[in-house]
Structure formats: C-alpha cells, structure tokens
C-alpha cells in the first residue's frame, strides 16, 4: 500500500480546482470551511461557494492558477485539460478526482461527531462502502464519547503543568479514564463537576 494518513493544515493553503462541478464544488466547500484560499476554474461558481471567499477563473489561466497554488485538485469532465494540468503540476501537492492513483493527496471522505474529525479510506477499492462504513461508526460513538475526549483534553493540558514525564502523565490520564467517579458524571452531564474532580486529582500529585 503506497498510502500514509496525514492530516495536512489547509488554513492558509492556496488549493485551485480545475473544474466546477459536483465534486469540484464538493472539494472546494471542505477547503474554504478549513481556512484554504481557493480559486476554481470552470464556468460557473455555486453561490456558496462565492459566500465563502472562492473566486473563479477561467480555464485559460491554468499554467498561473498552478504556479500560485500549494495544491492542486483536478475535478473536471475535461480528460484532456486534467492530463495537462496534472502534467504541469508535478512539483505540487496534487489530487485526482477521476484518476486518484495518478495524484499525490486523496481526499477521504470524512465526518465530524462535535470537534472530531474522522476520516476513512479504502484504497481507491469502495467508495460506496466508505460511506457504509462512515454511517456505522457515527451510529457507534457517543455523546458520552465526545464528553470523554473534552475531559481528556482539559486533564492532559492540565497534568502538563505539573507533571513533566510524558509516560507518567499518560500512567494519570488513564486513571482518570477509568475512573468510576469521572464516568459517573459524564453519564449526568456534569462536565463542570467532572473537571473538578480532576483538578483534585492534580493537586494531589503537588
């Protein structure tokens, strides 16, 4: 498998699609919710799309909208102009839409439960069963889940300030995973009181 999962920071990132149909717009709507500048070249730009700062060019320009892009996505029904735009961005970060093989960065597809994200990816073998596979994992995490994560958080950034050993503050943080009294509050919705326990946790370590 010549794949590796990477999350890649897109606030910022110069992303152009060729292309502005369904999926180029699909591409283009994750980027700009993620911080990316993003041009489109193509005939016409959803309203959406132009709402969130996406601007759209002509396919004229592609040699220019590649030069100034990080990364490049091809998402058009033109063959021809998706050879010769994926040609020319060889030096890029570059996506396939129609051929992802042939690119350097697939877009999974993904969903957010609260604050986290998760991806998934079958190697180009089932799309369909990606999304299969995305509606049985949503039905399994829960609320209680998220509660946990934002817990975790808040205890890990906590023990950094008193705990320098790495191994050590994560012996603590699985303690407080299983710990009874924690779970028992998550399972009210006490997140305040949760949060409390743990600071008494903490302070014992001192």
Same mark, same amino acid.
Request: negative net charge; proline residues 1%; charged residues 30%.
């Given at each position: ?124 073998? @089932?799309? %369909? ?6 509606? !049985? =994992?949503?039905?399994? $995490?829960? *609320?209680?889940? +998220? ?23 994560? @012996?603590? %943080? ?6 009874? !009294? =924690?779970?028992?509050? $998550?399972? *009210?919705?006490? +997140? ?15």
């Amino acid at each position: 498998m010549d794949w590796t999962s990477l999350y890649l920071k897109t606030s910022g990132l110069n992303v152009f699609i060729l292309g502005t149909g369904e999926v180029a717009t699909r591409r283009a709507n994750k980027f700009l919710d993620h911080g990316a500048c993003v041009k489109l070249a193509g005939k016409n730009l959803d309203d959406e799309l132009k709402d969130k700062g996406a601007i759209l060019c002509s396919t004229q320009d592609v040699e220019e909208l590649v030069e100034w892009s990080d990364l490049v996505v091809v998402a058009s029904g033109d063959e021809k102009l998706c050879n010769h735009v994926s040609e020319i961005s060889k030096d890029k970060l570059l996506n396939r839409a129609d051929y992802p093989q042939e690119g350097n960065v697939i877009v999974p597809t993904s969903f957010n439960i609260g604050e986290i994200e998760i991806s998934i990816f079958t190697n180009g073998k @089932s799309p %369909l069963m990606a999304r299969q596979l995305r509606k !049985k =994992i949503q039905s399994i $995490i829960t *609320e209680e889940d +998220i509660l946990e994560i934002e817990l975790q958080d808040y205890a890990r950034n906590r023990l950094k300030e008193v705990v320098d050993d790495q191994k050590e503050r994560r @012996s603590y %943080l699985y303690e407080i995973l299983d710990d009874e !009294k =924690i779970n028992d509050l $998550i399972n *009210e919705r006490e +997140i305040g009181q949760a949060k409390g326990y743990i600071d008494e946790f903490i302070r014992g370590l001192q």
